[in-house]
């Protein structure tokens, strides 16, 4: 384990379901983010959580809902996805916004949308 | 528009044999050009963090490299443990947005 923990690792979900992605992370760090990596495209930011509050959104529909309970938690809900949604999903923290110390990645979430 | 280019897409290399991977970029006000590994199935790991060219900064057998344009990663002498994709990213702009813009990776495979 990496220090950032995601679960569940892989999830199948139909086309009318709502799920959520957890990520959890006891590093001590202030900010969160959510990233989505498809296969032969580069990591695509989603969102970004600084001391539990958005601050950035990457233009992402709103079929994605994130949630930021604390500094520790993150969540992606996930509801009416299309099958161009799936896709790793991965959760990162840093100490600080924009660390460059770098990134502590989770292992992801594999999503299949059927 | 903040972009980054990596080639080649793909590499094989036999053991020992030394090679260099290449990450292009274009940003407004390069605040950092990060190096991570990604292993199948993980989340990428970092390895480093350039903020000005000229700058490099060493790992075991990598070696990373900067310029206004392009970043190196040279492999020294790989071993089959260096099997990965390696990523290059860069944060720019005037802010600090904690956005970082990801190439989309050079996969590195390494024979015994």
């Known amino acids: 384990e990496t220090g950032v923990t995601q679960t569940p690792r892989h999830l199948v979900m139909g086309m009318t379901n709502k799920k959520s992605l957890k990520c959890e992370q006891h590093l001590g760090h202030n900010a969160m983010y959510w990233y989505k990596q498809s296969a032969k495209k580069p990591l695509e930011l989603m969102f970004v959580y600084n001391f539990k509050e958005q601050t950035e959104n990457n233009s992402v529909p709103s079929r994605f809902s994130p949630e930021c309970p604390n500094s520790s938690h993150l969540f992606l809900h996930l509801h009416t996805l299309q099958p161009e949604d799936s896709a790793l999903y991965l959760c990162?923290?840093?100490?600080?916004?924009?660390?460059?110390?770098?990134?502590?990645f989770g292992s992801g979430t594999r999503l299949t949308v059927v | 528009e903040d972009q980054v280019t990596q080639s080649p897409e793909a590499l094989r290399l036999q053991e020992g044999e030394s090679s260099s991977l290449n990450c292009s970029y274009t940003v407004s006000g390069l605040r950092g050009l990060f190096w991570y590994r990604q292993d199948p199935g993980k989340g990428p790991e970092f390895l480093f963090t350039l903020y000005s060219a000229g700058e490099e900064k060493e790992k075991e057998r990598l070696k990373a490299t900067l310029t206004k344009k392009e970043s190196f990663l040279h492999i020294t002498a790989p071993k089959p443990e260096d099997s990965a994709t390696y990523l290059c990213?860069?944060?720019?702009?005037?802010?600090?947005?904690?956005?970082?813009?990801f190439g989309q990776g050079t996969t590195l495979q390494v024979k015994p």
């Open positions: 990213a860069v944060q720019g702009g005037s802010g600090n947005t904690g956005k970082l813009i």
């Open positions: 990162a923290s840093s100490q600080e916004l924009g660390d460059s110390y770098g990134y502590t």
